[in-house]
């Protein structure tokens, strides 16, 4: 069983039970107790799960860390960021409907966004949903559900019964990590279910990824590489890697 795949398990388990045992765990998975810590000593890390004497339980919401705080976030990588933002608006053209995930990549496009056109915008990010309001010549549609906290992220079914309702062009992601072997990453089991959905509901898939993205795993997957039709990075992204990359029948676009 692949690491991604048994954390996810690991992750489902939890869920159900609220609490786990290494052992328990070790049976129901059939792989070594080492095998077991070092998946819950990462989880941890990511704020899935706290670790207690022979096992793990779920956190207390105020212990998560990857309820990171959403501005610390976007002022992180701004450069890059900037040169991702601009390079990605170059794709949208009047009259067309795209979806914005709640990333805090996807706020630097929005400035570039205002000149546009008859666009309709479909967000489940309200720190999104606040910024593209000031365009004043977009419908907006923000997909509903339970506020997730500090991130500002909507997750749930709610969200996924309105993307029912809607399709569109084009969706703009990000994600905590991406490889070639397990695509897009990113922490919050209940947000990826959304990004899935929103996904299905677009004709192309956007990814916005900044070299520090590339190589680094979280522990739920959202979209396999094939799955992606375009990857927009910056220069410091390795070119040995946007080759492989490339060689897949992605395409690749570096920001200047």
């Keep these: 069983m692949l690491s991604l795949t048994r954390r996810n398990k690991i992750l489902e388990i939890l869920k159900k039970e609220k609490q786990v045992t290494t052992q328990n765990l070790e049976e129901r998975l059939n792989v070594s107790g080492a095998t077991i810590r070092n998946d819950l000593n990462d989880l941890e890390k990511e704020g899935f ?12 919401s105020s212990d998560s860390q990857s309820y990171k705080n959403f501005h610390h976030r976007s ?20 009259g067309k409907s795209i ?24 967000t489940n990010g309200l720190y999104t949903a606040l910024e593209v309001k000031e365009i004043s010549n977009a419908n907006i549609i923000v997909v509903g559900g339970i506020v997730r906290p500090k991130s500002g992220a909507l997750e749930g079914l709610l969200g996924e019964s309105i993307l029912d309702k809607v399709n569109a062009d084009i969706m703009f992601t990000s994600a905590h990590g991406f490889t070639i072997e397990d695509g897009l990453t990113d922490f919050n089991y209940y947000e ?65």
């Design 49 to 60: 799960l706290k670790r207690i004497h022979g096992g793990a339980v779920l956190p207390d």
């Design 99 to 122: 979806i914005l995930d709640a990333s805090s990549t996807i706020l630097f496009m929005i400035p570039h966004l205002k000149n546009k056109e008859r666009l309709t915008i479909i």
């Design 75 to 94: 002022q992180k990588n701004v450069f890059e960021k900037k040169l991702l933002g601009k390079e990605s608006s170059k794709l949208i053209e009047e």
């Design 192 to 256: 990826i279910q959304l990004k899935k959905k929103m996904m299905q509901k677009a004709k192309k898939v956007v990814a916005l990824l900044d070299h520090t993205k590339i190589g680094n795993v979280s522990t739920a997957q959202f979209a396999t590489i094939e799955e992606i039709d375009l990857i927009i990075t910056d220069n410091k992204t390795p070119s040995n890697i946007i080759r492989s990359i490339e060689k897949l029948e992605v395409q690749v676009v570096v920001a200047e």
